[in-house]
C-alpha cells in the first residue's frame, strides 16, 4: 500500500504536526488544558488524520518514533506556553507498543527533564485495551510514573470489554468517557445512556478520578452533562482541534 510505503521515515523528515484540542470546565468554560493530537503532513495529500496513519504506524512499529516525537514536541509546547504558571495539563495519547517498552518510564523522564515541564501538567492517555495486555507490567509502569508526578487517563471508556476490572486493578487520576456516548445522549436511547452517564460520573467521582466527557457539540449536551456533575469536557462546541497559533489564542492572558 502506498501510504504505508510514504510513512516509513516521515515522522524522521519532519513531516508529523501537533494540532491541540482544549479541555475545559465544564460550568465556567475555562481552559483546564489540551489534547495533542497527531496529524501527518503528506507531501502531496495533505494533512492526514490519525485515524488513517496511527494503525499502519502501528503494523510497522513506526509509532514508536512517532509516539517518542509527539511525548517530546507536546512537553516542548506546553512549556513554553507556561502551563505550570497557568495551571494547565497537556494530554498526551500513548499506543499500547510504546506503553509496552521495558524503558518507556525511563524515556518518560527523560523527555519531562528536557523540556522543562513539570510532571504534574502532562497526563498520558491510556486505553484499557493497552493495560489488558500485560496487566503486571502496566501496574509497575503506572506507580513508577505516578511517582515521577505523572498523571494518567484512562481514554475512551466504556467502550472495550474490560473497563471495570481496569479500574479494580490500576489507579487512574482521570477517566475520559467516549463520545459515543455523548452522541447518543439526546437520541431515541437517551433514557438509558442517561442513566449509563450518570453511573460512570459517579463511579469515577467515589474513585477519585476526574471525569472528562469526550464529543461535546451542542448546548443541550453541554447542559445536560453540567447537571450530571461531570467536571471537564472536550468537544467541537468548546473548541476544535487547532494548529500551535490559534490554540495559543485560547489561553488566557496568553502573550
Ligand atoms: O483526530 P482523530 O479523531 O482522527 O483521532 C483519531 C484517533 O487517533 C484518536 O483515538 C486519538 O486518540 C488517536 N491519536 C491522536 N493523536 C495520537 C498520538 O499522538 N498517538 C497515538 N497513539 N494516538 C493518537
Ligand atoms: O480517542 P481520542 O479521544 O484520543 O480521540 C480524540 C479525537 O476525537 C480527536 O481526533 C478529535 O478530532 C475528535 N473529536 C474531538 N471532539 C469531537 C467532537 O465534538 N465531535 C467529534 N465527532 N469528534 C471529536
Ligand atoms: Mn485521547
Ligand atoms: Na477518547
New binding site residues.
Given amino acids: 500500500q502506498q501510504l504505508e510505503r510514504d510513512l516509513r521515515g516521515a515522522c524522521e523528515r519532519g513531516e508529523m504536526r501537533l494540532h491541540y484540542?482544549g479541555r475545559h470546565d465544564l460550568r465556567g468554560r475555562q481552559l483546564a488544558g489540551f489534547?495533542a493530537?497527531v496529524r501527518w503532513e503528506h507531501p502531496t495529500r495533505g494533512l492526514v488524520?490519525?485515524c488513517q496513519f496511527i494503525p499502519l504506524a502501528e503494523d510497522s512499529r513506526a509509532i514508536l518514533n512517532i509516539g517518542e516525537w509527539v511525548l517530546r514536541e507536546a512537553c516542548a509546547q506546553a512549556a513554553a506556553w507556561d502551563f505550570e504558571r497557568r495551571g494547565l495539563c497537556m494530554s498526551v495519547?500513548v499506543s499500547p507498543l510504546q506503553f509496552e517498552l521495558p524503558d518507556f518510564v525511563q524515556t518518560v523522564s527523560g523527555v519531562l527533564k528536557r523540556s522543562g515541564l513539570n510532571p504534574r501538567h502532562l497526563i498520558l492517555?491510556v486505553t484499557e485495551s493497552l493495560v489488558m495486555h500485560d496487566l503486571e507490567r502496566a501496574q509497575r509502569h503506572m506507580r513508577d510514573l505516578k511517582a515521577l508526578g505523572v498523571q494518567i487517563a484512562i481514554?475512551?471508556f466504556g467502550t472495550g470489554y474490560s473497563s471495570l476490572s481496569v479500574l479494580q486493578a490500576l489507579p487512574f487520576d482521570q477517566l475520559?468517557i467516549d463520545?459515543s456516548f455523548t452522541n447518543a445522549l439526546t437520541g431515541p436511547r437517551a433514557p438509558r445512556v442517561t442513566a449509563l452517564m450518570t453511573a460512570m460520573i459517579q463511579l469515577a467521582q467515589t474513585l477519585d478520578m476526574t471525569v472528562t466527557v469526550?464529543?461535546?457539540?451542542t448546548e443541550e449536551q453541554r447542559r445536560i452533562l453540567t447537571g450530571l456533575g461531570c467536571d471537564h469536557a472536550?468537544?467541537?462546541?468548546l473548541s476544535r482541534?487547532l494548529p500551535p497559533a490559534q490554540a495559543a489564542a485560547l489561553i488566557p492572558d496568553a502573550t
Fill in positions: 484540542q489534547e493530537l488524520p490519525p495519547n492517555e481514554d475512551d475520559k463520545r469526550e464529543g461535546i457539540e472536550q468537544g467541537f462546541l482541534p
